[in-house]
């Protein structure tokens, strides 16, 4: 059973940094392109960072470029956004989920962040 468990989120001021995790298991995780998306309230979820397989070559969203960092551990089967400078739009429900397979369904239960002063 493909399962995504995602931490780290939390209650920030802005200008303050999280880093978040995403624990994969149920398949070959080092095969897989991996993605962080958020979706704030009332908008629509978002791809925010993803993370190619092999080359470990990486993605951003224009909102995020520059603050945030998507990285992983193949022996961990953990993937993790490191989030910097953050900003009350930032302000979201994170999942993290594999990238580019037709017809995923699957997506953890997100771990929620804050940004409030």
């Known amino acids: 059973q493909v399962q995504f468990v995602e931490s780290g989120g939390g209650l920030v001021q802005p200008g303050g940094s999280l880093r978040l995790s995403c624990a994969a298991s149920?398949?070959?995780?080092?095969?897989?392109?991996m993605s962080w998306y958020r979706q704030a309230p009332g908008k629509e979820r978002e791809l925010v960072a993803r993370?190619?397989?092999?080359?470990?070559?990486?993605t951003y969203a224009d909102s995020v470029k520059g603050r945030f960092t998507i990285s992983r551990d193949s022996r961990k089967n953990t993937v993790y956004l490191q989030m910097n400078s953050l900003k009350p739009e930032d302000t979201a429900v994170y999942y993290c989920?594999?990238?580019?397979?037709?017809?995923?369904?699957?997506w953890g239960q997100g771990t929620q962040v804050t940004v409030s002063s």
């Open positions: 989920r594999r990238f580019g397979v037709p017809g995923d369904a699957y």
């Open positions: 149920g398949f070959t995780f080092s095969s897989y392109h």
């Open positions: 993370i190619s397989a092999y080359s470990s070559s990486t």
